[in-house]
């Protein structure tokens, strides 16, 4: 492990190096990159100078309990050995965790889609409910969210429902919620009380930064209209909506909850450059997937990740065979169990593929 940690502490120094570089600063794509990767590997440097002091100690703790005579000193270097040698697992473990490789764009901000499936009204309904879990999950960890497009249902709810979340970690933690949503209850409408199932579908994207993507603005058609639905008498009576088409992909972007045409149209680059962003990432995701089976994250949206059972107030996980009896929790935005388990689930994966674990 020293050995290993030796040669990322030499990467360390040499991302040091080419960063101090002025020349660095004209390469914004290269100096983020390099910056990130400086952010990464600075944690596991201060870990890995521990340990090496610990491992350090350790050693001449045992050499002086084989080569000393003195009983006393003998003693010293035996409570030494048991003192450092119990923290010795521990740091291991840890360190084990921190050289798993860490998903570049876990720490972007993202947008989250949700649409409504199967089920028709009802499933608006639940895209409603969804969407209020995490808004009220995203108020708890001090995140903002902002909604850029949204689809009305006709008894409540969504049909669909667009919206960027911005903070710290947010793709890393919102990306496991990608796939098919299942509620099971009974609808108001239902006067025989039967039980309906009905879903949503989630994606959660990282959102692309202008680096990210090579987007040639010539690709892409603006049109204006107006916004229709809510939004107030300002929107409906300008034309402050925006619609852009990436004319290559055929992608449509649209966004008119701004109270400025330029206000949508950052909003709609913002979201464009992301859906372009998806489709290399789909790539890079269905490239290990065919290596490894991925648990979790794997963003596919048709999979169905989770049951949301009302006549149980049961939660069911399907991905990790997590069941909670707390549906009223959940649904009010205490989702992070769930995905702390879901990270917990991945991350022992990694350690296995990478074969770190024992």
Same mark, same amino acid.
């Not at 990467?11 to 100096?31: A, E, G, H, N």
């Not at 998903?103 to 889609?113: C, G, L, M, R, Y």
């Not at 209850?185 to 680096?211: F, Y």
């Given at each position: ?13 040499? *991302?040091? $190096? ?6 660095? &600063?004209?390469?914004?794509?290269? &100096? /983020? ?70 998903? %570049? ?14 089920? #028709? @009204?009802?499933? !608006?309904?639940?895209? #409603?409910?969804?969407? +209020?879990?995490?808004?009220? &999950? ?19 709810? &969504? /049909? ?5 979340? $911005?903070?710290?970690? *947010?793709?890393? $933690? ?12 009974? %609808? =108001? ?21 202008? *680096? =990210? ?6 690709? *892409?058609?603006? @049109?204006?209209? +107006?916004? !229709? ?18 004319? %290559? ?7 008119? =909850? ?5 206000? /949508? ?31 979790? !994250? ?18 069911? @996980? ?9 549906? %009223? ?30």
């Amino acid at each position: 492990m020293l050995e290993k940690l030796e040669s990322i502490y030499q990467r360390y120094l040499q *991302v040091q $190096t080419q960063l101090s570089d002025p020349d660095i &600063f004209s390469d914004v794509k290269r &100096f /983020n990159t390099l910056n990130r990767e400086y952010g990464d590997l600075k944690e596991l440097v201060e870990v890995y100078h521990v340990y090496k002091k610990l491992v350090t100690n350790l050693q001449e703790a045992r050499d002086i309990l084989k080569n000393e005579s003195d009983p006393e000193l003998k003693e010293m270097a035996k409570m030494e050995i048991d003192e450092l040698a119990d923290q010795q697992e521990p740091m291991e473990e840890k360190i084990k965790y921190l050289l798993i490789p860490k998903d %570049p764009d876990d720490n972007k901000n993202a947008i989250v889609e949700i649409r409504s499936g199967t089920g #028709g @009204d009802e499933a !608006s309904l639940f895209a #409603g409910d969804l969407y +209020r879990m995490y808004e009220r &999950f995203c108020q708890n960890q001090k995140w903002k969210t902002e909604v850029i497009e949204l689809m009305e249902g006709s008894v409540g709810g &969504f /049909n669909k429902i667009v919206f960027e979340v $911005t903070g710290k970690d *947010v793709y890393g $933690t919102l990306k496991f919620e990608s796939g098919v949503h299942r509620v099971q209850r009974v %609808p =108001d409408t239902e006067s025989q009380g039967r039980v309906h199932t009905s879903a949503a579908t989630v994606a959660v994207l990282p959102e692309a930064e202008e *680096v =990210d993507v090579d987007l040639n603005m010539g690709d *892409v058609r603006r @049109d204006t209209f +107006r916004a !229709s639905g809510a939004g107030g008498q300002h929107v409906n009576k300008t034309e402050s909506a925006i619609r852009l088409t990436h004319i %290559p992909t055929g992608i449509v972007v649209e966004c008119q =909850d701004g109270r400025s045409q330029h206000q /949508n149209y950052d909003k709609a680059l913002t979201v464009l450059r992301t859906r372009l962003y998806e489709r290399e990432l789909a790539e890079h995701n269905s490239k290990i997937a065919a290596e490894r089976k991925s648990l979790v !994250s794997t963003g596919d949206r048709s999979a169905k990740i989770r049951t949301y059972n009302f006549p149980q107030s049961r939660v069911t @996980d399907h991905r990790i065979g997590l069941t909670l009896y707390n549906l %009223p929790e959940v649904l009010g935005g205490q989702i992070q169990d769930i995905i702390d388990q879901l990270k917990m689930a991945e991350n022992t994966e990694k350690l296995k593929a990478g074969g770190l674990e024992d």
